[in-house]
């Protein structure tokens, strides 16, 4: 079953690769979506993916790149988006 997610990751995240990681990530396990710094120094995003990939995913969101130290990744349900076929980096 497809699900949807936003996702909000904080600790050091900022300036070390972790939206090019994340993208990467989403890549690779064919996850859709997007994310982007925001201004208190997190991480945000949406992925949309079957829930056995989102775990997969989520679990190496969660392990951040080596330059990164995630303290918590906060996630909630979102409405699932239709005809997206990529994972972007915002800003």
């Given at each position: 079953m497809t699900k949807r997610v936003y996702f909000n990751v904080q600790g050091q995240v900022q300036g070390v690769g972790f939206r090019y990681f994340t993208q990467k990530r989403a890549q690779e396990y064919g996850v859709t979506g997007w994310c982007r710094n925001?201004?208190?120094?997190t991480v945000e995003g949406e992925a949309q993916?079957?829930?056995d990939i989102l775990a997969k995913f989520f679990k190496d969101v969660d392990d951040g790149p080596r330059?990164?130290?995630v303290t918590k990744v906060s996630q909630e349900d979102r409405q699932?988006?239709?005809n997206e076929?990529?994972?972007k980096v915002t800003r």
């Open positions: 925001t201004k208190d120094e993916a079957s829930e330059s990164a130290r699932i988006v239709d076929d990529d994972f």
